[in-house]
């Protein structure tokens, strides 16, 4: 991976030394929905102009033996999300991006690919939101934010609305917590007189 990474189509790889292809088919058939490898296996593609980089599976034929190994995997569905996204086939997209978005909110990784996929298929407030998020959550990479500026889809308001959203969160949950712990703390019982002893 680190191969590619750098630029390269070709290097050792853990099938060998040869393409980087059979590095990424070496993993997803082992782990077929490892995040990674989809992602890099779609780039590879795309890289390459070619359905089938360097002599491999289609590549939609990874996501469908992805969805019938793992097929309650949201990673899976942001996945092949991207993979679509970037063909053109937008409203396919768009249904497994929406479906993978409630699963994915606690995973700053999913959710900048969540916001790729959506960047790609051009909806662009989706994406937005999902970049906050995932910074929010402590995602370091900066680069889903800088594409949506460079082309002028960065919205300020929508950012002061969710920086006010998150705040009063933060805010509300000393007391949430607080609240939490006196309804779970045991309340002292009243007995009837009768039940009362030396009475």
């Known amino acids: 991976m680190r191969t590619f990474l750098s630029g390269q189509v070709r290097g050792k790889n853990r099938a060998g030394t040869g393409e980087v292809a059979g590095g990424f088919q070496y993993t997803l058939n082992a782990f077929p929905n490892h995040p990674a490898a989809l992602s890099l296996m779609e780039q590879l593609g795309r890289r390459l102009k070619s359905e089938e980089p360097q ?3 289609p590549l939609e034929c990874w996501y469908v033996r992805a969805f019938k190994l793992v097929p309650d995997d949201p990673v899976v569905w942001v996945m092949y999300g991207v993979y679509l996204a970037h063909r053109g086939r937008v409203d ?3 249904r497994q991006l ?3 978005t409630p699963a994915v909110q606690d995973s700053p990784a999913l959710l900048h690919q969540l916001g790729l ?3 790609a298929a051009k909806q662009y407030e989706k994406a937005q939101l999902a970049a906050m998020r995932a910074g929010s959550l402590g995602f370091q990479l900066t680069s889903l934010p800088q594409q949506l500026k460079s082309i002028g889809r960065w919205d300020n308001a929508l950012e002061a ?3 006010s959203d998150l705040r009063a969160k933060v805010q509300a949950a000393p007391a949430a917590s607080a609240n939490s712990a006196q ?3 045991p309340q002292a019982v009243s007995l ?3 039940a009362r002893v030396g009475r």
Do not use: H, K, V
Request: no cysteine; charged share 15%.
């Open 55 to 57: 002599g491999t599976l």
């Open 192 to 194: 009837p007189a009768s």
């Open 98 to 100: 929406d479906r993978a």
């Open 161 to 163: 609305t969710f920086a």
């Open 92 to 94: 396919e997209a768009i």
């Open 183 to 185: 309804a779970s703390a």
């Open 117 to 119: 996929g959506y960047l």
